[in-house]
């Protein structure tokens, strides 16, 4: 892992402890996940063989989140989140935050939660060149289970979204989709 991911990992997982309150729920979460990247050559500059069906890359996600705000079983926060993704040679990386919604069931032991984010990604469909940077924005969905005090299994989570390039010249987006599993534990 690089310097800079550290650093990055570091302010993400201090903002969320500096955010808290008394009754704050904070959890951080190791999720594995596969992400579909859809194709589109005018918007990331493809040249890279036939990817009209996109690209598929995988791996660890890492995030943090913070219900700051309780009424009754609804709890409000936000939620950031880096992923280092990648599939043969295309890579996909990401920084995002956003708001969150979760329901706390007082008879079961599930929560469902639904987010919004955005933040930057840098992403190339396996070029040997430098990744593009560029804004990414979700609408996600899940359910946590819990297992253990204070940990819960990331059932699933299921997401979808863009990749939006701006500029001269640029306009559209590609469009995302992720599915998501994991171990979050709660402090």
């Known amino acids: 892992m690089t310097t800079a991911k550290l650093r990055f990992a570091l302010v993400l997982f201090v903002f969320t402890i500096a955010a808290s309150t008394a009754r704050a729920q904070i959890g951080a979460y190791l999720?594995?996940?596969?992400?579909?990247?859809?194709?589109?050559?005018?918007?990331?500059?493809?040249?890279?063989?036939?990817?009209?069906?996109?690209?598929?890359?995988?791996?660890p996600q890492l995030g943090f989140y913070n219900d700051f705000m309780h009424l009754g079983p609804l709890h409000l926060?936000?939620?950031?989140?880096?992923?280092?993704?990648?599939?043969?040679?295309?890579?996909?990386?990401?920084?995002?935050?956003?708001?969150?919604?979760?329901?706390?069931?007082?008879?079961?032991?599930?929560?469902?939660?639904?987010?919004?984010?955005a933040g930057i990604a840098g992403f190339n469909y396996g070029r040997p060149q430098g990744m593009?940077?560029?804004?990414?924005?979700?609408l996600s969905g899940g359910v946590d289970l819990t297992v253990f005090p204070r940990i819960d299994w990331k059932l699933v989570e299921i997401g979808g979204g863009a990749l939006t390039t701006?500029?001269?010249?640029?306009?559209?987006?590609?469009?995302t989709f992720h599915i998501s599993t994991g171990l979050a534990v709660r402090f």
């Open 31 to 59: 999720n594995f996940t596969a992400q579909h990247i859809d194709s589109s050559a005018r918007n990331i500059g493809d040249t890279a063989g036939d990817l009209s069906d996109g690209t598929w890359v995988f791996g």
């Open 77 to 117: 926060g936000t939620d950031f989140r880096g992923s280092i993704l990648s599939h043969g040679d295309a890579k996909f990386n990401n920084g995002m935050g956003g708001l969150r919604a979760s329901i706390h069931s007082f008879a079961l032991p599930i929560s469902p939660y639904v987010q919004a984010s």
């Open 166 to 175: 701006f500029g001269k010249g640029e306009d559209g987006a590609n469009g």
């Open 132 to 138: 593009t940077k560029i804004l990414q924005y979700e």
